[in-house]
């Protein structure tokens, strides 16, 4: 069984920081996509930011320039970095990534529980 899991996340004031990481255990053949997204509160699930296993990334317009997000392959871990943060920012962050997990030619996605993230005014 593969797991993500997620940590991180805290209470930061405005214009703060917070480290987010992602580790993916359990039997694991490759990793491709690796993503954060964040959920609001009434609002639906959006995608933050996107890596590849190659290392190629993607950001929401809304964080470019103040979020990077990066990956150790070894480790099967993703981590976003958080700079500048708004209270706008505050939600629950999870990670997806698209996994082979067995010998099947095909990939399944799998997603954490979610690390709260607040950012107070």
């Known amino acids: 069984q593969v797991q993500l899991v997620e940590s991180g996340g805290g209470l930061v004031q405005a214009g703060g920081s917070l480290r987010l990481s992602c580790t993916a255990s359990?039997?694991?053949?490759?990793?491709?996509?690796m993503d954060w997204y964040r959920q609001q509160h009434g609002k639906e699930r959006e995608l933050v930011a996107r890596?590849?296993?190659?290392?190629?990334?993607k950001y929401a317009d809304y964080v470019t320039g103040r979020f990077i997000i990066s990956r150790d392959n070894a480790k099967n871990t993703a981590y976003l970095q958080m700079n500048a943060l708004q209270p706008e920012d505050t939600a629950v962050y999870y990670c997806?990534?698209?996994?082979?997990?067995?010998?099947?030619?095909?990939?399944?996605?799998?997603w954490g529980r979610g690390t709260q993230v607040t950012v107070s005014s």
């Open positions: 359990g039997t694991i053949l490759r990793i491709e996509d």
């Open positions: 997806h990534a698209e996994i082979r997990s067995s010998w099947l030619p095909r990939f399944d996605d799998f």
């Open positions: 890596i590849t296993n190659g290392g190629d990334t």
